[in-house]
């Protein structure tokens, strides 16, 4: 069993605090890496965001702080998610489960409506789902990202990790999360949202383990947050 601890160190007293130290710890692993994005570049920005409740509530404190409100925000007829949340699909992973056929979140390819001008109004707390949406050859001329395979097993630990310190919130769509936080509807929650889940293990194959260690010991490190390292799960 790998797992983080729900304590946060007496440097933390919000989410909101230990988050960006997650966010840096990600974007330090990717020194090195020639990406092709870059301000204007926003092929990527569209609406099909998902994110944790904690990291919803930054957006909205930030806007808040700027004295700006919550854009007029989609309700699209059929919720933007998938039917399991990162931790959920991992559980069924490790136990042999099958994973259901539609386990991924639908695409929807309309620009993210906290663009403007091809940049990000919130940039400075956009998700984790934005930090990682990232690609060594432009999206536009190739039609498709590309990253390597250990970029890909960074992001999916990375997306675990905020998951599970957020126990107790939710996750979902970017439009429909953030409705929810604006109106506290429980409606939104039970049917437009997961719930999210602890963090049952890590899907690592052996050849990224000595990355991922380095990683989680990044954010021992940086956090104090209790992570076990891949050797002792």
Same mark, same amino acid.
């Given at each position: 069993? /790998?797992?983080?601890?729900?304590?946060?160190?007496?440097?933390?007293?919000?989410? &909101?605090?230990?988050?960006?130290?997650?966010?840096? $710890?990600?974007?330090?692993?990717?020194?090195?890496?020639?990406?092709?994005?870059?301000?204007?570049?926003?092929?990527?920005?569209?609406?099909?965001?998902?994110?944790?409740?904690?990291?919803?509530?930054?957006?909205?404190?930030?806007?808040?702080?700027?004295? +700006?409100?919550?854009?007029?925000?989609?309700?699209?007829?059929?919720?933007? +998610?998938?039917?399991?949340?990162? #931790?959920?699909?991992?559980?069924?992973?490790?136990?042999?489960?099958?994973?259901?056929?539609?386990?991924?979140?639908?695409?929807? /390819?309309?620009?993210?409506?906290?663009?403007?001008?091809?940049?990000?109004?919130?940039?400075?707390? +956009?998700?984790? $789902?934005?930090?990682?949406?990232?690609?060594?050859? #432009?999206?536009?001329? &190739?039609?498709?990202?590309? $990253?390597?395979?250990?970029?890909?097993?960074? $992001?999916?630990?990375?997306?675990?990790?905020?998951? =599970?310190?957020?126990?107790?919130?939710?996750?979902? #769509?970017?439009?429909? %999360?953030?409705?929810?936080?604006?109106?506290?509807?429980?409606?939104?929650?039970?049917?437009?949202?997961?719930?999210? %889940?602890?963090?049952?293990?890590?899907?690592?194959?052996?050849?990224?383990?000595?990355?991922? =260690?380095? /990683?989680?010991?990044?954010? +021992?490190?940086?956090?104090?947050?209790?992570?076990?390292?891949?050797?002792?799960?």
């Amino acid at each position: 069993m /790998f797992s983080v601890t729900l304590n946060l160190p007496h440097l933390y007293t919000t989410m &909101s605090q230990v988050i960006p130290d997650i966010y840096e $710890a990600f974007t330090e692993e990717l020194a090195g890496l020639d990406f092709a994005c870059g301000p204007g570049c926003a092929t990527c920005c569209t609406r099909s965001v998902t994110l944790t409740t904690a990291e919803g509530r930054m957006i909205v404190d930030f806007l808040q702080q700027a004295g +700006r409100d919550l854009p007029e925000l989609p309700r699209d007829p059929v919720p933007l +998610r998938p039917a399991l949340t990162g #931790n959920g699909f991992a559980a069924l992973c490790l136990v042999g489960e099958e994973v259901p056929e539609e386990s991924e979140s639908p695409w929807l /390819f309309e620009p993210c409506f906290f663009l403007k001008d091809g940049l990000c109004t919130i940039y400075p707390v +956009r998700p984790f $789902a934005c930090r990682c949406f990232a690609s060594i050859v #432009n999206c536009g001329e &190739s039609a498709m990202a590309e $990253a390597p395979e250990w970029f890909v097993t960074l $992001a999916i630990v990375t997306n675990q990790l905020l998951e =599970d310190l957020d126990r107790g919130g939710f996750w979902g #769509n970017l439009a429909d %999360l953030l409705a929810f936080l604006g109106s506290g509807q429980g409606e939104a929650a039970s049917y437009r949202l997961l719930p999210n %889940l602890p963090l049952p293990g890590l899907l690592v194959i052996p050849e990224e383990r000595p990355r991922i =260690d380095r /990683f989680l010991a990044k954010i +021992r490190e940086r956090t104090g947050l209790k992570l076990m390292s891949l050797g002792d799960a």
